[in-house]
Each structure stands twice: as C-alpha cells, then as structure tokens.
C-alpha cells in the first residue's frame, strides 16, 4: 500500500472515529451502568489531528519521506492517546463492533471493542482512546468478528497493545450483549 493510501487512511478513520457518537447517549441505567459515546472517552481539549492539521498531505506523492514521516508521527501520537482520567473505575455500558483477539473452541475471551466498522480490520487502527480491550465474563459464543455489541463493567485506563491496535482502556469480566439499538 502506497504512503498516499494509508495518510487517506488514517484520515478517514480520525474523521470516522470523530463521528461515532451516533450509537448511545451519556445515561445512568438501573443496572449500575452508565451509557456512554465514544467521544466520551476522549479528553477534552485532545485533537486526534493536531500533528497534521496544518499539512497538505493530499499534495505529498507515493513514498514522499515527508508523508512517511508525518504518518509515523501520527501513529505514535495516536498510539500514546490519553485515556479520560475521570472515567477510569467507573461502571459504564458501551457499544461498538467487536475485533477478536483471543479465540478458542470455548469462544472468544479477549477482544478489542472500536468505534467503526472497519476499524483495526481493513482501516488502521483509531487512536487509542477509541479502543477498548474487552475480556467477557465467560467466553464468547455465536460472535463474530465485526458485530455489534453492547459491553457493560468497570472501565479502567490500562495501555495495551496488540497486534490490531493500542488500546487505552480495558474491561475486565465484562457483561457481553447483541447490540440493539435503544429504545425512541
């Protein structure tokens, strides 16, 4: 894949992920949980493009050093993503489209939660505050990679990589649903 292709890449998943808070609103549930957007998980004030905005990287050519360049900047940036503090430890219920990365004859046991359709699969990976590491109370039967899902448990900010992305956040003994959209 050419340098072009992949800066058109990850400008489409910033620009992407920017948009996703189409699945829930903030809301406190009677189970404890607590809905929340993905842009939620951003901190305030943090801009994805803040390292290329003022480039012209449609004008850069095919394997230009400077596009390579900027593109691993961008990368690292959003690799190193910061988690929203005041989230860490709170009990929160999410949607998004599951990634597995642990999958055996039982079912998935770990996964990467992300924003998009897409995302980490045939888009790079969005930065890390847009991906969740989700490891279910129990195995994950009948999913697949892509569905939607709804996860619910305690959310805590915890680096971790893997090798479909960089994840800022994880939920552990995560309750794991088929996603339904709520209720007009």
Request: charged fraction near 20%; proline fraction near 10%.
């Amino acid at each position: 894949m050419s340098s072009a292709s992949i800066s058109r890449r990850l400008l489409l998943a910033a620009l992407a992920g920017s948009a996703t808070g189409a699945f829930a609103q903030p809301a406190s549930k009677p189970g404890g949980y607590t809905e929340l957007r993905w842009d939620d998980l951003v901190p305030k004030g943090w801009d994805p493009m803040a390292g290329v905005k003022d480039k012209n990287l449609g004008a850069l050519n095919d394997g230009d050093p400077r596009a390579m360049d900027m593109m691993t900047k961008l990368r690292e940036a959003w690799d190193n993503a910061p988690a929203e503090p005041k989230l860490d430890g709170a009990a929160i219920k999410l949607p998004g489209y599951l990634v597995p990365l642990d999958e055996s004859k039982a079912g998935i046991t770990e996964f990467l939660l992300v924003p998009y359709f897409g995302a980490c699969i045939h888009s790079p990976p969005p930065p890390a505050n847009q991906i969740v590491l989700v490891q279910p109370a129990k195995p994950l039967q009948g999913f697949q990679t892509m569905d939607t899902v709804w996860v619910s448990g305690r959310l805590r900010a915890a680096r971790q990589g893997s090798p479909m992305g960089t994840s800022a956040y994880r939920l552990e003994a995560a309750l794991v649903d088929r996603y339904q959209a709520p209720a007009r």
